[in-house]
């Protein structure tokens, strides 16, 4: 049952042996001639058993024409419903066998969510990898013309033989569009993988909230507070100033965006929104989706006063305190809002809505039968501009909530007896404290969202940004007695403004990013650590997100091999582990702290999962493995006296000036990954 049961690799002849009545209608003249393709050439057989099928009135109710969202409430009713028949079968087997029925009857991406959620919180599929959603739906992450040319080298190449087609990495706009200049960033393919995972991770409707997930309102903002940052450093290495926070709903929107991509299965293109939009009430009986700018401006001013006062209210009349540590939690619960917002009613649903008001504005009554935009799709949100200026203002709401906490005083940043006297970057064979990054071409493999024969790979090659390997050193002097156990803390934050200003305490730590956070040892005496960039916390290994194109061309063997590697995908991706930086050097702060674990753990059994991009994702069914309020030391403002990062250091903590180059160069990947294998 721990094993994965249906391992791709490379190419195969699968016959499928599935009761006749599973087959739809349509399909039942030919059922043989698919089922059976490969007659007695088949290698493998795969048999799904008949069982008794679950009323499914309720989730076919969307067609499978029919775009689908999570941010539509009567999407996401027919979607639990549905995850709640997966969850409730008895064994993998019955799951198979009704996943095998609904797949060509259940709308294509709400069957996806579903089974994607089953398995990711079944225990008898703890180790089945979900689905790659880049190939499952290439179509929400590549531009569309490559589809046409997809098809066309399929039918005239044979498999094996084929070139991967080649996206430029400029096709949604020029440069004169001054937003574009970050483009590579917002439409990078393992940013949006993440994005998606997250939110399978941590969904916020569904049977699969109520198993109470540890701590995810408070992993909502951090997560996005942190990706917000990472943007904003982007913006910054790019000579474009950090976001500005969509804080009027009534304003022109000036960011357009043209995304360029089509929805397969629903046959549409996704609605382009030129500058100028305004947002405006909606109202679509279709979808089920009727509110007015008034209700959200209502909701934001309800939860502002709940952040002055500190005290939200819930279904029952009660008071709720939002205290210094789990206020956060129930802050992002009521914002986002999920099933665990005290008083969904009373606080209203506002980071979804103003999503929806966004994918929507084209068309806010439905009188051009037009679906929503990239903005009503946690799959593809990322990519738009404007998604930043609405999590900006939602950061914001966060951060008026963060500093009326009372500053973290010297004695709980302390670490008695332990000290940081150096910490170090090290390139290899590059000059110390400089991180270089560069363009590298990676592949994607289309043929599984392919609906066309005849098939086989087809391979997309996407040009991304990527970073060599690096080190960091730290030098750790422990003069207590004994052996004592810390957590390393490593983040980066740039040092100059849009103006070219020093940045103040309270704007640096605002852009300060996680890069890594572990636990280690501290013997008595000097220390010296040493961590690897493919080790941090924060990242998914590079073959998590591309098919490994080592030798250029992806064979059956290098394919990732989900027996060996079975790869968790939630978390940040390692080839956007460090900003681009700049070609002259771009300056940053590295800053180290190691903290007590003694204050920092947390007690609870080792978790048998996935141990990667646990900063961003936590640990399945555990705790979050960091006592400490997330973003710790940077998520309060400073103690008195504090206006620099040298005054707020204590000697636990250390900072080093260091510079990010940019090479603007296509390199190849290197292969990184043993350590990691070695680490799981
Ligand atoms: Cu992740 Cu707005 O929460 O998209």
């Known amino acids: 049952p721990n094993e994965p049961i249906y391992v791709p690799k490379g190419e195969r002849k699968i016959n499928f042996d599935i009761p006749p009545n599973y087959v739809p209608e349509k399909y039942q003249a030919v059922a043989e001639r698919i089922l059976n393709r490969f007659g007695n050439e088949a290698q493998t057989s795969i048999r799904i058993n008949p069982i008794a099928i679950p009323d499914l009135s309720v989730p076919l109710a969307l067609s499978r024409q029919q775009s689908f969202s999570l941010f539509i409430p009567s999407h996401r009713k027919m979607a ?68 046409h040319r997809a098809r066309e080298e399929a039918n005239v190449v044979p498999a094996g033989s084929r070139n991967p087609i080649e996206i430029p990495l400029n096709y949604t706009a020029t440069d004169a569009d001054p937003e574009h200049k970050v483009a590579y960033w917002r439409e990078d393919l393992g940013v949006n993988l993440h994005h998606w995972h997250w939110h399978l991770v941590y969904p916020f409707d569904g049977p699969m909230v ?9 992993l909502f903002y951090y997560m996005h507070h942190q990706m917000m940052s990472r943007y904003n450093i982007e913006r910054l290495c790019n000579n474009l100033p950090r976001v500005r926070a969509l804080s009027n709903l009534r304003e022109p929107l000036p960011e357009a965006y043209f995304p360029k991509l089509d929805q397969m299965v629903a046959g549409r293109a996704w609605p382009a929104r030129p500058s ?60 986002e809002a999920s099933i665990l917002s005290p008083d969904l009613n009373y606080y209203g649903d506002l980071h979804n809505m103003v999503h929806m008001a966004i994918a929507y504005c084209h068309d806010p009554d439905n009188r051009y039968l037009e679906s929503f935009g990239i903005m009503g799709d946690p799959t593809t949100a990322m990519r738009d501009p404007i998604f930043y200026r609405w999590h900006e203002f939602v950061d914001l709401i966060f951060t008026e909530f963060k500093d009326s906490l009372p500053a973290y005083s010297v004695q709980q940043l302390n670490f008695p007896g332990v000290s940081v006297s150096e910490v170090r970057i090290t390139t290899p064979g590059a000059n110390p404290n400089t991180l270089n990054t560069h363009w590298t071409k990676s592949d994607v493999d289309l043929s599984r969202g392919l609906d066309f024969t005849p098939r086989g790979s087809v391979m997309a090659r996407i040009q991304h940004l990527n970073n060599e390997d690096f080190f960091y050193t730290i030098n750790v002097n422990n003069s207590n007695n004994r052996e004592v156990m810390g957590t390393v803390r490593i983040f980066i934050a740039p040092k100059f403004d849009e103006t070219g200003r020093h940045f103040t305490f309270n704007d640096q730590r605002l852009l300060m990013i996680e890069m890594d956070r572990f636990v280690t040892k501290l013997k008595r005496g000097q220390n010296i650590i040493s961590r690897s960039s493919n080790e941090s916390s924060l990242t998914i290994p590079f073959e998590a997100t591309f098919r490994n194109v080592d030798q250029g061309r992806p064979s059956a063997e290098n394919l990732f091999d989900f027996d060996q590697f079975n790869f968790c995908g939630c978390g940040w991706p390692q080839h956007m582990l460090v900003p681009k930086g700049t070609k002259l050097g771009f300056p940053m702060d590295l800053f180290v702290m190691v903290s007590n674990y003694e204050l920092d753990k947390v007690d609870q059994q080792d978790s048998t999962g996935c141990r990667v991009g646990v900063s961003f994702c936590g640990l399945r069914d555990r705790k979050y493995p960091d006592a400490r309020s997330m973003g710790f030391p940077f998520d309060r403002i400073a103690r008195a006296g504090v206006g620099s990062m040298n005054e707020f250091l204590t000697q636990n903590m250390k900072i080093q000036n260091f510079t990010v180059r940019f090479n603007d160069e296509i390199r190849p990947q290197r292969r990184n990954t043993t350590q990691r294998i070695s680490r799981q």
């Open 80 to 147: 639990n419903h549905l995850i709640n028949i997966f969850m409730g079968l008895r064994t993998v087997e019955d799951l198979m066998s009704i996943a095998t029925y609904c797949r060509d009857r259940i709308n294509a991406e709400m069957f996806i969510y579903a089974l994607s959620i089953a398995i990711l919180h079944r225990p008898d599929t703890k180790s089945v990898p979900i689905p790659q959603l880049s190939e499952v739906f290439p179509d929400k992450y590549i531009e569309s013309s490559i589809f």
């Open 276 to 335: 100028g939009f305004l947002l405006s009430d909606l109202n679509r009986s279709v979808d089920n989706v009727k509110f007015d700018l008034t209700d959200l401006e209502r909701y934001r001013d309800r939860i502002l006063e709940t952040i002055r006062t500190r005290r939200a209210r819930n279904t029952q009349g009660q008071t709720v305190i939002l205290d210094d540590f789990n206020g956060i939690d129930i802050l992002g619960n009521i914002l």
């Open 210 to 218: 109520t198993v109470k997930k540890d701590r995810r309102g408070e």
